[in-house]
């Protein structure tokens, strides 16, 4: 990330009242500075530069998933990521940090959260929503108390999750592992009822605070 006092932002989301939104916010403060929109993951690959130091990335855009794209930057640029969501739940918090995301902010988020938000991010925090907060402790108390306990994955389902970690998508993994799509496919149906879980990025969430792999 740049060292310079303005920090750089740019901004992945396709609704312009959002993003007018955003805008009218950072265009308030001296520190922040707008350099870029995309209102697709398309877009943004053709736009988002080096000198980025945080990317305010939707979950939901046209042409795919902002925590599919998620890795992609993360691999490329050095910088933060902001998921920004509509809910601030379970689910959503899971799968932006298990894509790896640096925390998220609420669209309807006022001025005072956003730049808080942004500030606390920037400086090394991870802003997520109260309930959400609440959730994470459990998870990693319960964590805690199954330190010792054995993984109840197989070695093959270990490796899968690890994949699914670093964004490989299915037929990826399978040419990886050197198995089949069917076979990855019934490792996930197994993953998922081991662990009580309905998408890959809350079963290597879970995964991962119960100490089954380590990223």
């Known amino acids: 990330m740049t060292t310079q006092d303005k ?3 740019f901004m992945v989301e396709d609704d312009p009242v959002i993003v007018e939104h955003f805008r009218e916010i950072i265009q308030e ?3 922040l500075e707008l350099v870029g929109v995309a209102n697709s993951i398309a877009e943004a690959k053709e736009s988002l530069r080096d000198k980025t130091d945080l990317v305010l990335l939707d979950i939901g855009l046209p042409d795919g998933s902002g925590l599919d794209y998620l890795p992609e930057i993360k691999s490329k640029f050095d910088c933060k990521i902001l998921i920004v969501t509509t809910f601030g739940d379970r689910e959503t918090v899971v ?3 298990s894509a790896g995301a640096d925390g998220y902010l609420l669209k309807d988020s006022g001025p005072k ?6 500030d606390l991010t920037m400086a090394g925090g991870a802003p997520i929503s109260a309930a959400a ?13 199954n330190t010792n306990n054995k993984s109840p994955l197989s070695q093959r389902e270990e490796e899968l999750l690890r994949l699914f970690a670093k964004g490989f998508k299915y037929k990826e993994a399978a040419k ?3 198995i089949s799509p069917l076979t990855v496919g019934n490792h996930v149906k197994s993953i998922y009822r081991k662990l009580a879980v309905n998408s890959r990025s809350e079963a290597v969430f879970e995964a991962v605070t119960l100490g089954y792999i380590d990223l």
């Open 7 to 9: 920090y750089n932002v």
């Open 176 to 178: 990886i592992l050197e």
């Open 29 to 31: 403060v001296d520190h």
């Open 133 to 145: 907060a609440v959730y994470l402790l459990d998870r990693f108390r319960e964590a805690a108390a």
């Open 113 to 118: 959260k956003v730049i808080e938000g942004i």
């Open 95 to 97: 799968s932006a940090i």
